[in-house]
C-alpha cells in the first residue's frame, strides 16, 4: 500500500505559479512512474504530467512550456511547477504512483487531490 500525501493547490491569478507537492510514503525509486492527473467540473481526469524513475518526463499537450514535473527521492516526492497559469487549468489535481507488484500487476495508488483555481 501507498500513501500519497498532495499540497500545495490554491487560488492564484491568471500568469500566477503554483507548486504541487506529492509525498509518498515509500521509497519513490520502488515506483516506476508517478504522475499529476487533473479533474475539472463536468470533465473525465486527465493525465498532465508524468516521471518515470528513470527521471523521463512526458506532459500533456496543452501543459507544455508552462509546467514541469520533477522529483526529490531523498524525500520521495514529486512537484509540479506550474507556470503562466490559465483559467483552464482550474480543476482538482491528483498525484498518482504506479507499482509494479511482485506478480507482474500493476496497481495504480491515488492521493486525495488538491484544488488549484485560476481566476480570470
Known amino acids: 500500500q501507498v500513501q500519497l500525501v498532495e499540497s500545495g493547490g490554491g487560488l492564484v491569478q491568471a500568469g500566477g505559479s503554483l507548486r504541487l507537492s506529492c509525498a509518498a510514503s515509500?521509497?519513490?525509486?520502488?515506483?516506476?512512474?508517478m504522475g499529476w492527473y487533473r479533474q475539472a467540473p463536468g470533465k473525465q481526469r486527465e493525465l498532465v504530467a508524468v516521471i518515470t524513475r528513470r527521471g523521463n518526463t512526458n506532459y500533456a499537450d496543452s501543459v507544455k512550456g508552462r509546467f514541469a514535473i520533477s522529483r526529490d527521492n531523498a524525500k520521495n516526492t514529486v512537484y509540479l511547477q506550474m507556470n503562466s497559469l490559465k483559467p483552464e487549468d482550474t480543476a482538482v489535481y491528483y498525484c498518482?504512483?504506479?507499482?509494479?507488484?511482485?506478480?507482474?500487476?500493476?496497481?495504480?495508488?491515488w492521493g486525495q487531490g488538491t484544488q488549484v483555481t485560476v481566476s480570470s
Open positions: 515509500i521509497n519513490i525509486f520502488s515506483i516506476n512512474a
Open positions: 498518482r504512483a504506479d507499482v509494479l507488484d511482485r506478480d507482474a500487476t500493476m496497481r495504480f495508488f
